[in-house]
């Protein structure tokens, strides 16, 4: 069965900080419960879907979003099969719902995997909403 839920989301200030957290399993009858690659994916209130954060099954790889460097970072405790997006300097343009992804199957443990279709088991989001 496959697993993955969201957290943390809630109205914050601009210039706040806030984490959010991915809870993801996945059990395989020949693999059990193991670390694969996950990305935090946003839609905005006008319905566009963005491209937030990847990370590697093991942690060692990291990307975020051009337009997001410097305030955002993605994260993860392999130990927990939790992934984290810290988000700092909150913008008003930054309300969105927070999707959490999980990608099961033929991965490259060096690299992460940018794209929607890259991932196959999704959560049902976190909402932050960003006020002046």
């Known amino acids: 069965q496959v697993y993955v839920e969201e957290s943390g989301g809630k109205l914050v200030q601009a210039g706040d900080s806030l984490r959010l957290s991915c809870v993801a399993s996945?059990?395989?009858?020949?693999?059990?419960?193991?670390?694969?690659?996950m990305a935090w994916f946003r839609q905005t209130p006008d319905k566009r879907s963005e491209f937030v954060g990847a990370i590697n099954n093991d942690g060692s790889t990291a990307n975020i979003a051009d337009s997001l460097k410097g305030r955002f970072s993605i994260s993860r405790d392999s130990a927990k099969n939790t992934a984290y997006l810290q988000m700092n300097n909150l913008k008003l343009d930054d309300t969105a719902i927070y999707v959490c992804?999980?990608?099961?199957?033929?991965?490259?443990?060096?690299?992460?995997?940018?794209?929607?279709?890259?991932?196959?088991?999704w959560g049902q989001g976190t909402q932050v909403t960003v006020s002046l």
């Open positions: 992804a999980l990608r099961a199957n033929k991965y490259r443990s060096d690299r992460t995997y940018l794209a929607e279709d890259d991932y196959h088991y």
């Open positions: 996945l059990r395989i009858e020949t693999n059990p419960i193991t670390t694969y690659p």
